[in-house]
């Protein structure tokens, strides 16, 4: 079983940057892929990124690429993405999910969110 939390949003202007955090639980956390989702207001949520346990293969959706970066810090249990030149339209609930059968497979647990807000 895994334990996530995010944390890291917040309300920031088009053209900030903002890191999200995903702390995660259990030796589980280690051996998971993980990924990023977000959900925009009555939009379906979105994948935008996802990172194998070792941190070596990477994934992005069109909609990251560029301006977003995954990475993982499994010494501290933790999973970042760093999100540049942010605009209006990545205002959403971010999510961080783990996938227990690896990169690929289906994630099957889920953090409770963090909000980012970007205003124009």
């Known amino acids: 079983q895994v334990q996530l939390a995010e944390s890291g949003g917040g309300l920031v202007q088009a053209g900030d940057s903002l890191r999200l955090s995903c702390a995660g639980s259990g030796r589980t956390f280690r051996s998971s892929a993980m990924g990023w989702f977000r959900q925009a207001p009555g939009k379906e949520r979105e994948f935008l990124a996802e990172?194998?346990?070792?941190?070596?293969?990477?994934y992005y959706a069109e909609s990251a690429k560029g301006r977003f970066t995954v990475s993982r810090d499994n010494n501290k249990n933790t999973l970042y993405l760093q999100m540049n030149e942010l605009k209006p339209e990545d205002t959403a609930i971010y999510y961080c999910?783990?996938?227990?059968?690896?990169?690929?497979?289906?994630?099957?647990?889920w953090g409770q969110g963090t909000q980012v807000t970007v205003s124009s």
């Open positions: 999910a783990a996938a227990t059968s690896g990169i690929g497979t289906a994630y099957n647990y």
């Open positions: 990172i194998s346990s070792m941190g070596i293969v990477t």
